[in-house]
């Protein structure tokens, strides 16, 4: 039976719209072989060639904002607020990766001139990035634009000069559309390959995708189950290709002693509103707070949770398993429920929920040590630093932590400030995770299971070099060497000449 | 029954030496867990301490090299000169990586300050590198220093700050012991943990260590088999782990019909040394070599390669793996011998071969593009410029490809060139791929089955970020930070601040 995918309302549980037919094996192979036939075209343009590109579908999505922001709100119930912040951030990704790439920090140019006196003596040897081919790009739902279809990914891949073939998440098969539609239109426009950007929907679609022999890199958003099978299937083909997936995280948060006495009420409400946001369906959501042992705090925390407005979650799947994994954590035998969740009889609407349990639970014991996905989080009560010496190295990895602390001499922060840092990504104090700037230093991944390889950024301009691979060139004369790799830098990259940086600012 | 290794004499075939035992499961996993003991206070370690830490492990191969050279060579039959040059080599690796690490260019620090009036506000973000833990380092045996235990692989994982646990080559088993107690000492007289390096042995202990939970990534050089192996039990760990595998590449070479009419019997005897290099073992052998047809060359290659000498190979599996490879390789329908190799009754040793074929027996047929590993290279005749367009991209990866031209403007040069450099790791002009210069711009990597993954090199000082990963700080007070993120720059390092690389030169 062909699969087909149905446009839900989150607000209602109510499919609308016509049934989108899943994508065929043979229409995906298609994509993925216009990909194939797409690289090199896109590969030979020059890095401010590619940026013009990369901006006029920037352009095309903003022209598009209001279509879009309705249909991803019609299908994700994230809001319109929300989503056209979004939007700004799916095309500021797309403006500021071009960008990047545009210095040619991205080709990471490397000339080394020949030492012929040297023992032994050395040829003249010139390296640059060149992009890998065709990416597959698995969008997640809790973003449906910043890391849907046009998200970070498809930014980064793009940027490395790559072709995308972009997988739609289930939840908002109608949104994929609309935006590899208006894509399509952006690059005909600017007269680009066709096959530079492709949607393909249905969970056949997914599989062909990442086995299919013109794709040579894949990256996903979404859940450990589901990215440890694509890693799985990346890792297993004949030739295995570089899988970039981003999964779970429980980005815990310690509060100090210091900081319950110096802002404790604050820091409450900081923590519902952070734990809260988008239903708690952000990967940075903080999903465990620790707190000193009699912090005082539990009414207000319960208080500040309780008061948080009712949204819906993604979809019913995402809606059942919150239940279920927040049922779980309270049914540990050290554990309770502080404000117990509950489904509300209005679409996919939840009420957020709070577990409580002491430190010690977590010690040699990973029962709670597992991402419930949603508003509600974990609170563990430490006895003292010596016990977050003990606990803190037995966390999963994660994207995130975060210390809260009073003054930089707190010692409880000393002590697990660098503990945290040893099992995350970023580390932030006195802030909240949720909330990624896209910048130069910023870091979006972190130990298994938070990414299937801690290497690599899924946001900022670090994201891009996921998708090239360098190639040296040796006594090759000027005229046949890339115009990247010529000695007087014509295109005016920042490169590495006989080991020194050359001071080429950006623009 | 326990297992366990013989050195043997590769010029008689004969074992010497006491046996050495494998190491036990129980010492493979006290190792790695020596090695994650070991790996806080050599991740803690400023590069410059870590750095001189290298150059005593460097300083202390060079005191033994008349110990070492003489066993390795006992054990490879490679020749004194050849392995002093290549112990040259293993120090340089150690002191030229320690050298780099300490420029900070490995910790690639990355300061975006806070921008509060931006929209959306960014918050002070710092990035670093750290590293990723214990490493286990798979030796090959092809190069017994330079990719041996303390190769390129434990001199790159040490400079980013890893502990390594590596296992012998098991045709060398007396060598890396050797080398492990030499090195030992050195870590022991400069007041190091000796967890930083362990040597351990058989096949066994070499599964144990790629499963074992303390091990964070994973290095290897040797055969497709053996890395494919390996790089699927790094991809299924509960925890999978990057693993990085030079494996096998048949090093094409293009020569136009302008470089054989300027200087064909000289690339005839380049070519033939070239192959036969270390009896042909060499990662970067010229196996496969494009002439035009009517080269004239048949019989002046013939007899280059009848006159190199005979030279013993590794082992005895190697040698009958050899043989029966060149025997496949002429037995194609359109091949045939123009040399044929054979076994000598003195050791392993082997004469060098030569297979003859039309390129287009490689037209949509790959029987052909195997490594035959040893001193046997293929011989394709092509018709013209069409056929190499046709052919050139069905070449699997490698690591290298070289054009032979006469001048830059050589119109066969200037369409075979970027349709190898699309196939490789490393473009050579009028040069031999034997011979892999340890500086900045080296890549020695490249497409699938060159390596498990193009983005990395093995050799050069690229090398050391297979070991690291980024940690992001965020709104982190500066006596809460890594020295290296400081504003000031106290470790004078190379960073990019607000976009800009600084201009601090190499030391």
Redesign the interface.
Known sequence: MAETLHSVDPTTGAAFGDPIAATTPEAVARAAAAARAAAPGLAAMRPSERADLMRAVAAALHDHEDDIVALADAESGLGETRLR?ELARTTGQFEQYAAHAETGAVLDV???HAAPRAT?P??D???LN?P?GPVAVYAASNFPLAFGVAGTDTAAALAAGCPVVAKAHASQPATAILLGTVIAEALDKHGADPGVFTVVSGFQAGLDLIRDPNIKAAAFTGSIAGGRAL??EA??RP??I?FYGELGSLNPVVVTPEAVAQRGTALVEEFAASMTLGAGQFCTKPGLLFLPEGHGLDDALAEAVRAKEVHPMLNGRIRDAYAAEAARLASHPQARFAVEPSAVDDGFAVTPGLVSAPAAAIDGDDALLHECFGPTALVLTYADTAELQRVLPQLPGGLTATVQLAT??DPV??TA?PLL?ER????????WPT?V?V?????H?G???AT????H?SVGT?AIARF?????????????LPEALHDDNPLGL?R?VD????????A
């Open positions: 912040g490397v000339i080394d032994p050395r040829p040897l010139r390296r060149i890998l890693a799985d890792a297993g030739e295995p570089p930089s001499a922060a000393q400030l840092a995350s990504g970023r580390v932030i104090v006195n802030g909330g700037a910048t130069h230093a910023q870091h991944g130990p298994w299971p299937t390889n801690a290497r950024t670090g090239v691979r360098p190639v040296a060139y040796q006594s090759t004369p000027e005229s046949l920042q590495r080991g020194r940086m050359e001071p080429v600012a950006e």
